[in-house]
């Protein structure tokens, strides 16, 4: 302290030489500071690849264009199995774009998906890069058995095989197929473990066929199958596909038979497979239950290691159906019970007390009310759910919004759209309070819900008030959101956007029939949520365009674009999207019927345009 003192006492005479020299004109020459930026280019490439895994695909494509060293984290090979390649429309042709392209790449693709891709030529594409595919789906695809013999004989690490509806184009992929020639029969691919014929008709021979060629696989999905399809022959493919699972009840982990209606004696054949131990299982179940030995519950009651359970639209599924359900399954995950309209308020109550409970999925439950809700949460374990579907059920109101808020605080998904009578201003607030986890938002049709609810301002009471402390809550405290649902919330206003919505991390919104949004909106909108790729702007009378220009100049990312109905919009705004829009990919102008006809041809110089869905 004697010392500091010193020095403190000293250092204004320091000075005094230099404020004496007052007839000295001095002139100081200073240096300009070095700019000192952070160098992030120059982490390590492992540090790299770690701050990567907390973003999303899109942000890590992005991210992706800043240096080399960033482009090459983003390619690491763990991120390069959540990037899809999918073609649409296409000929698989090596000197035709953009197979022409992709074969000169410089990556590997482990997921691919085709959509009506055309593949009656041979690729140097599969020989290069067939090794590295892990997943691959054919859908609506015209193609041949050869071609998909030899296409999978260059997959060695092929694990996911999908065929989905591709028995709607002529020659087909299971009409046509003749296995016995040439011994093509005997020819299978161990390697594959899940198999999908979702949404074919096909034949006995030919389903026999297609499982035969892959005897390892443990994950099949036949969901959607015999479409347009008379009763008789239906039931006896049902058997085929029964007389399946029976004879790999030791090996079968996961079944989807979702959209075909089973009745009790094909669910008998699988109560009665003693080796059947599924971790997901997928069904319709619509028949009355027998008042005897009936199989569902049998089956339910043998099924102790599901995690997974879906029953979408099982009417047949009651309230003692969930009982065994929470009896015997208690270590289920998911659950989505989606149009079971046999189910009560008793079952729902019953449901909540599954302790590991993570996903569920109440939608369009018509006999359900408030009261199983509210009453369920109380013997809930509030920490665990994670994601509540509620979509279409007018039944519920605002108490049991305020409930739930208050129940489940690590909620990420809450769908309550459509449910118009739940969400008012006075709700809307608990949820933005005590929802702060949450990543996806659906609270569509909620027609009583105004800009005090969605910014906290003007509230005729406010949400929290103590003494003299009065607190609201916007809808941007809510900093995860990734995407946010708000159509048909028509009493929204500009208001709205320029005090509520500051969302840096949102990718998708919907706006549709928002009829009070104008350019002075979409000004604010697309300066504070700048990582928007899907944005929905249909029925919005007062967008014009002017709003797509600024859309199109500010919002890089976008790469749908949904415009339908909006009867403002001219050519001019097709030369904005032309001009900046870089990444969209579909693009939806029905009823926009002061457009030209040739709206294709003038966006055509946009690289990477799918779709024009126009009228």
Known sequence: MPQLRSYLTLWPARLRPFSACRGVRMRLHRKPLPIFRPQFELLPIELIVQIFKYLTPSDRRSAGFVCSRWYEASKYCRFAEQTVLHLVGVDFDDFKPPVMNLILADRTFPVIKLSR???????????????????????????????????????????VARFVECDLLRDDLFRTWK????????????????LSLARNNFSELQFESMVEMMPNVTRVDFSNCFRQMQTTRKMFLLGCIQKFIVRRQYVLRSVNISGIPVDDIFLRGLADARGLLLDELSLTYNEKMPSRDPAIVDLFRRQTNLRFLDVTSSTGITDYCLDQIVKHIRGLKVLNMTGCWGVSDYGIKEIFRLQHLEILTLSNCIRMSKH??????????????????????????EECVVKIGANFPNLTVLNIGGSSTC???????????????????????????????????????????????????????????RVLKVSGCYRMTDFALRYGFKFTELKELSLSRCHQISEAGIERLVATCPALEYLDLSECPNINDNCVKMIAVQLKRISTLKLANCPLLTETCLAFLTTFCKNLKYLYVRGCFKLPPDIVDRLSQIPTLRQVYKS
């Open 179 to 194: 296995f016995f020639d040439n011994g093509l029969y005997t020819i299978d691919f161990p390697g594959v473990e899940s």
């Open 117 to 159: 891709v055309k593949l009656n030529v041979c690729s140097k594409f599969w020989a290069n890069y067939g090794p590295f595919v892990r997943e691959i789906t054919f859908e609506k695809c015209m193609i041949w058995r050869e071609r998909v013999i030899s296409l999978f004989k260059h997959m060695p690490k092929l694990r």
């Open 423 to 481: 969400m008012s201003d006075w709700s809307a607030q608990y949820i933005f309070c005590n929802l702060v986890h949450l990543e996806h938002l659906n609270i569509e049709r909620s027609t009583k819900l105004t800009d005090a609810g969605f910014t906290g301002i003007d509230l005729p009471e406010k949400t929290f008030s103590i003494w003299d402390v009065e607190e609201t809550f916007a809808i941007d405290r809510l900093k995860k959101l």
């Open 372 to 397: 199983g809700i509210m009453d369920g949460a109380a013997f809930s374990n509030r920490m665990i759910l994670k994601e509540l579907h509620l979509e279409l059920l007018d039944t519920l109101d």
